[in-house]
């Protein structure tokens, strides 16, 4: 059943939404990304430090101070940048997940589309759990409830992921063979306007994920370069001044934390775009099989180049590794965080 303007978003408040003009869109995103950038400095003073037991935190020199404070701003815009792109995605996501619902392209039941999202629900409740109860590292920074200020950012995209994963989820299932199917074996094989539409989907769910871990992955990198700017001693090949003591690094924040937190993400890209890429392939592929007329042989020399057509109509003579979504959620947190680790050598 193909989608309809006015089916294709799922509710009516979205569809009133839609109708706003476009200033309205550009006002509310410059409102909520300046609000965001003032809440994330709510009790910050840099004069005072941010007075932790730990030794971390400490007061800055007048001459780090400015210095610092252009670093400070620039993580609170990046990290601005990051909640405004994760709540536009969560919105999206909804929108995207009920729309995919109620057009019939993934035919679930309400129970099932709920267990597919308390699965990622769990899973996010599991890992802020660990994070809030492990305390974790904070770079020597001084700001006040440092780690409530980027936990906030973190938390935020891991909410925002919950409905993309619970559609990839859904599309993986639907791409199966029919037979193999958990819901919808009475639909038969996926005709070519359902693979379409599904590979929409799967664009649509690996474009947000790329989106998401670049813009996490550069709201860490801003955070070493304010790290840097307020302990510069910290930086590789830090020089001091003639004539003064060298201060000490009460912590560190190495680039290769960066990295790593890049080479992380791109694992888990690829956990997820392989199945759901080779999944989708899977059900092409037998649509393409099936479009051989019952009275015609397999290796019949016409359908072998209609069959050769269709497969690069459809582009399953490329490798699943070599696919251009496997490649940009594969390479995309590791461009990205490599830039991300030497954003301070870049600022200078």
Request: aromatic share 8%; with cysteine.
């Amino acid at each position: 059943m193909e989608e309809t303007p006015s089916r294709a978003g799922g509710v009516g408040v979205s569809t009133r939404l839609l109708r706003l003009p476009a200033p309205a869109y550009s006002l509310a995103t410059l409102v909520l990304l300046v609000s965001t950038i003032v809440l994330l400095d709510l009790g910050t003073n840099l004069s005072a430090g941010a007075d932790t037991a730990s030794g971390l935190g400490a007061p800055l020199s007048d001459a780090d101070r400015e210095t610092f404070a252009v670093a400070w701003l620039t993580w609170r815009a990046v990290a601005a940048v990051a909640i405004v792109v994760f709540l536009f995605g969560l919105a999206a996501g909804v929108y995207s997940l009920v729309g995919a619902r109620r057009s019939g392209l993934v035919p679930v039941s309400g129970h099932r589309l709920a267990i597919y999202l308390v699965l990622p629900t769990g899973l996010v409740i599991a890992v802020a759990t660990m994070i809030i109860t492990g305390g974790g590292r904070n770079p020597d920074i001084p700001v006040p409830l440092l780690a409530h200020r980027t936990r906030t950012v973190l938390f935020t995209g891991l909410v925002a992921a919950i409905p993309w994963v619970a559609l990839s989820w859904l599309c993986q299932d639907r791409c199966r063979p029919y037979r193999l199917r958990p819901w919808g074996r009475d639909t038969g094989i996926l005709g070519f306007g359902e693979l379409t539409r599904l590979w929409q989907r799967i664009v649509a769910c690996l474009g947000a994920f790329a989106v998401a871990v670049a813009a996490a992955v550069l709201t860490a990198g801003a955070l070493r370069f304010a790290f840097l700017a307020a302990r510069p001693q910290c930086a590789p090949g830090y020089e001091p001044p003639a004539d003064t003591v060298p201060a000490g690094c009460v912590s560190d924040f190495p680039a290769i934390n960066v990295l790593l937190y890049g080479a992380a993400f791109a694992v888990v890209g690829l956990a997820i775009a392989v199945p759901l890429i080779a999944s989708w392939r899977s059900a092409a592929s037998e649509w393409v099989d099936d479009q051989r007329p019952s009275d015609v042989p397999e290796h019949d020399e016409t359908w072998t180049k209609e069959k050769d057509r269709l497969t690069v109509l459809l582009h399953l003579d490329t490798p699943v590794l070599r696919n251009p979504l496997t490649l940009l959620s594969v390479f995309t947190p590791l461009i990205t965080s490599v830039l991300a680790a030497f954003l301070p050598q870049l600022g200078g």
